[in-house]
């Protein structure tokens, strides 16, 4: 399947949408979670998911399986790749059908050509490079190398544009970074070229998106603390057009109250060309007074204390939006996978160390903006 039949699908599968938000009890639980792996029942964050086919396919992730808060305690990072068909809209029975080369989180997904391509992220031992393509094969997972990434790279935002993968930000080579790199899907042997590094600061855990075949969006992400100067948060976005070959600024997100929304750690996922839906991310006064001005005890507070995203929001050609608030999927580092039932909202973090194992799903009606 093409990308451009799959995006119209999806949107197919999401039209008839009402105009109003979803309000917090239209996000529906969904049972079932991937159990194949010491660890994972407790949830993960950061893993890659996507659609393949009827199935939705979920990689890898990271959590601490074993006395979470303490201060010795180990992140554990997970190698299986699981499927659950799309049958039931709120039940997911999945099965292993295969591992990665390597245990891994914190890299990109994205859904294309009745695949899941993979790029990036990283485990205990450093950083990744390789990047694959995961397709299915007689209820097994087919796992096939595409060229590495120049660079390692994890924490980054990436999404398809056209025929082209872009992934930019995050760590590359170790370091925060501005870079942004784009493969020829059609191509792939050409290898990975650089684009013009976005303006701005460097951005760490951003979110991105397409508008349209030549348009990539990134939003979000953060600048860590260097030579003296504190962490810096981006609120606002960017986009590069392939035509002028330059980037140009844009307006982020807004809640209900009008305030600057910060959509760093959260998810995006593309529903059509031209339309992206983000959810879920840290709170920005909560974040940088973390990172800025580290206090005991700031693992031993209650989810609600660390104030998550609780907004789904939609970026199309008029700007952004709200279309739905809930506690549900008010998470760091979860994954969208949009279906014929809606979207589905994958693990994540309820607050700094504690994952999820929770599924919900984010109903057709409310994919939509009013």
């Known amino acids: 399947m093409r990308l451009k039949t799959l995006i119209m699908t999806t949107m197919t599968l999401l039209t008839g949408l009402t105009s109003g938000a ?8 969904v049972d079932g979670f991937p159990m194949g792996e010491d660890g994972i029942e407790r949830g993960v964050s950061a893993c890659y998911a996507g659609r393949i086919g009827d199935c939705i396919v ?25 499927a659950a068909r799309i049958g039931q809209a709120d039940r997911l029975r ?26 990036g992220g990283m485990n205990g031992k450093g950083s990744q490079r390789a990047v694959y393509r995961i397709t ?6 087919q796992v096939v190398s595409l060229p590495a990434l120049p660079c390692t790279a994890d ?33 792939p042997d050409a290898g990975w070229k650089e684009r013009k590094p976005f303006p701005g600061i460097m951005r760490i855990q951003p979110v991105a998106g397409s508008m349209g075949d030549r348009r990539f969006c990134i939003f979000g992400g953060f600048a860590p603390a260097a030579a003296g100067a504190e962490a ?47 959810a879920g991310g840290v709170n920005k006064d909560v974040f940088l007074s973390a990172v800025n001005h580290p206090q005991p005890g700031y ?10 995203n ?20 008010a998470r760091a580092g979860a994954a969208l996978v949009p279906t014929r039932h809606g979207i589905y909202v994958i693990g994540g973090e309820l607050k700094p160390r504690v994952r999820s194992n929770r599924i919900v799903r984010i109903p057709p009606l409310c994919c939509q903006s009013r």
């Open 310 to 329: 609780p907004y789904t929001l939609l970026y199309n050609k008029e700007g952004w939006s709200i279309i739905g608030k809930s506690r549900e999927t």
């Open 299 to 308: 693992l031993n507070h209650p989810e609600a204390w660390y104030r998550f």
């Open 94 to 119: 999945w099965t292993r059908i295969g591992e990665l080369p390597d245990a891994s989180a914190y890299g990109v997904a994205v859904s294309c050509d009745n695949s899941m391509i993979i790029a």
């Open 155 to 187: 924490n980054m935002a990436g999404a398809v544009v056209g025929r082209r993968l872009y992934v930019a930000g995050g760590m590359m080579d170790g370091r925060p970074s501005c870079r942004v790199l784009c493969l020829d899907l059609d191509r």
């Open 58 to 82: 979920m990689a890898g992730g990271c959590n601490f399986p074993v006395n979470t808060l303490a201060p010795d305690s180990k992140k554990k990072y997970y190698k299986g790749i699981y």
């Open 232 to 278: 810096r948060l981006a609120l606002a976005g960017c986009v590069y057009d392939e035509t002028t070959e330059e980037w140009q600024p844009l307006e982020g997100p807004k809640d209900a109250c009008d305030e600057p929304l910060f959509v760093g750690g959260g998810a995006a996922v593309q529903l059509s060309k031209d339309s992206f839906l983000v």
């Open 136 to 141: 299915l094969v007689n209820g097994r997972s």
């Open 22 to 29: 979803c309000e917090a009890d239209s996000v529906l639980s």
